[in-house]
């Protein structure tokens, strides 16, 4: 085999699965998202557990809500960090800034997540449940949003990505 | 020493350059912030200052004055951004912070329908004031209680406000519990309501003050709901509570009475040489003999001063 075709079927190879992993890594942006929301929305429900019935104070029912791994833990353990030095709202919306620029959120997406800290620990017992609430209905819309989207897109790219590699990789053989 | 470490901690949580001169001095007793007012500190009877640089003086010139921003964000610091979490004690007008000291707020109120007090805003001015726990006030007045090593007599303690009633109550709960040598007391379990949260000062449910290695506390819980919930579930020797006087109080008492748990608990109440100005229910149970010891306080040696004993039913005097 001569030099010539080895070097062509590396760059074709090299096409291909740099293609396969574009797909992979945009199609996983879908995934991302269905798991950030998804687990968001059970650590809304812890903290509103913890506020409306333990009534432990913010850092305590943050903790709580940070308690386990998945998508979404790390807004709230990194609110607990920054809570020492500043107002609630603010240590939110900073960990939000930190965690949301990965999964290319919409700016709808993004306040929804973010409003939570506008009333965080401002309130009594019953207005904070009702913001919770609030929360916990938009992300669900957004959810069911994200998953549609994730059904149509992301076995799209997975597939699509490859086939136009190796598309290209013929073209240019 | 722990207490003074606790305040000095909370004022410099509050960022109040005063941290330092508090850390300095014990006698401290209140620290009073108001808007666009000078901070001062009572310390050993006297009035003082908070100087820009963080010192106590008697002039002020160059005091600290704080505006009403720097007033809600220590408010926030104070209820650790958890509005929720104290709204309970914002009701009722102060907030205990570690160590037992306890934080007055003075604000607008806002109002339920019924008219009561549902929150407090635009805070105005907070009043910390220092805890003190005066242990051993209780040795003199335990001699009359006790009525064997394995027993003592429901005792009600009587007197005008101010005058170190629940001061004595934390002290003899406090002895009643751990036991004395001075007549022999082993020592009992004690179910403690804390209605107003003054005796045990419970910071996050544990008491700041020593109760007892025996007390379990009911803390903030209304005092009939906490007698009966004493009673059924932690099986006490001696229930502990302050200022019964209604007839709500009145039957719960006589509820654990009858279950044959000994109570010790305060009234208000003026007394020369019989009940005559103790509220009516107090002095019901006092006269049915429910209460075999009543304990009448006066303030001529400073607070808890023991004026009289007088028994039970028949409200003699021993």
């Known amino acids: 085999m001569e030099i010539n075709t080895l070097v062509k079927l590396a760059g074709a190879l090299l096409i291909v699965s740099g293609s396969t992993l574009f797909g992979k890594s945009v199609g996983g942006i879908y995934k991302k998202r269905v798991e950030f929301l998804r687990d968001f929305q059970g650590r809304l429900d812890v903290l509103k557990n913890e506020i409306g019935f333990m009534r432990g104070v913010l850092s305590q029912c943050l903790q709580k809500a940070a308690e386990y791994e998945g998508a979404s833990k790390c807004i709230f353990s990194e609110t607990i960090d920054a809570l020492e030095a500043m107002e609630a709202e603010e240590a939110w919306n900073e960990a939000c800034e930190k965690a949301l620029c990965r999964l290319y959120f919409s700016g709808e997406e993004?306040?929804?997540?973010?409003?939570?800290?506008?009333?965080?620990?401002?309130?009594d017992t019953e207005r904070q449940i009702e913001n919770i609430e609030i929360v916990k209905d938009k992300i669900s819309l957004f959810l069911n949003k994200a998953e549609e989207e994730k059904k149509k897109n992301e076995p799209f790219f997975k597939n699509a990505a490859p086939l136009a590699g190796v598309g290209i990789a013929i073209l240019l053989f | 020493m722990y207490r003074q470490s606790m305040l000095v901690d909370?004022?410099?949580?509050?960022?109040?350059?005063?941290?330092?001169?508090?850390?300095?001095?014990?006698d401290v007793e209140e620290i009073r912030i108001r808007v666009n007012r000078p901070v001062t500190v009572r310390a050993g009877g006297r009035e003082y200052y908070v100087t820009v640089g963080g010192t106590l003086s008697e002039s002020p010139d160059r005091c600290i004055i704080p505006g009403s921003g720097e007033i809600n964000t220590m408010f926030l610091s104070i209820n650790e951004k958890s509005v929720y979490a104290y709204q309970d004690e914002i009701k009722k007008g102060f907030i205990?912070?570690?160590?037992?000291h306890r934080v007055g707020i003075a604000g607008k109120t806002v109002l339920s329908e019924d008219g009561a007090v549902n929150y407090i805003k635009e805070i105005s001015g907070l009043n910390i004031r220092a805890a003190k726990e005066i242990k051993g006030c209780g040795i003199g007045p335990v001699k009359h209680?006790?009525?064997?090593?394995?027993?003592?007599?429901?005792?009600?303690?009587v007197s005008p406000p101010g005058t170190g009633k629940t001061t004595l109550l934390r002290d003899l709960t406090r002895i009643l519990s751990d036991g004395t040598n001075t007549p022999f007391f082993k020592g009992l379990n004690v179910g403690l309501v804390d209605e107003r949260s003054e005796i045990a000062a419970c910071?996050?449910?544990?008491?700041?003050n020593d109760v007892g290695k025996r007390t379990d506390v009911l803390d903030g819980c209304p005092k009939?709901?906490?007698?009966?919930?004493?009673?059924?579930?932690?099986?006490?020797?001696?229930?502990?509570?302050?200022?019964?006087?209604?007839?709500?109080d009145a039957d719960a008492v006589r509820c654990v009475a009858n279950a044959g748990v000994r109570l010790v608990a305060t009234a208000h109440g003026y007394c020369k040489n019989d009940l005559t100005d103790l509220r009516r229910d107090a002095k019901e149970l006092a006269e049915e003999g429910i209460f075999q010891k009543i304990i009448v306080l006066d303030n001529s040696k400073g607070p808890g001063t023991v004026k009289c004993v007088l028994n039970g039913g028949t409200l003699n005097g021993n």
């Open chain 2, 224 to 248: 009939v709901t906490g007698m009966l919930m004493l009673l059924r579930s932690m099986a006490p020797g001696i229930i502990v509570t302050d200022e019964i006087g209604d007839k709500g």
């Open chain 2, 96 to 100: 205990t912070i570690k160590g037992g």
């Open chain 2, 10 to 26: 909370f004022v410099k949580k509050l960022n109040m350059s005063v941290a330092r001169s508090i850390a300095e001095r014990e």
């Open chain 2, 203 to 208: 910071y996050r449910g544990v008491p700041q």
């Open chain 1, 110 to 123: 993004e306040d929804a997540v973010k409003s939570l800290g506008r009333f965080l620990g401002a309130s």
């Open chain 2, 145 to 157: 209680i006790i009525r064997n090593p394995e027993d003592i007599y429901s005792t009600l303690i």
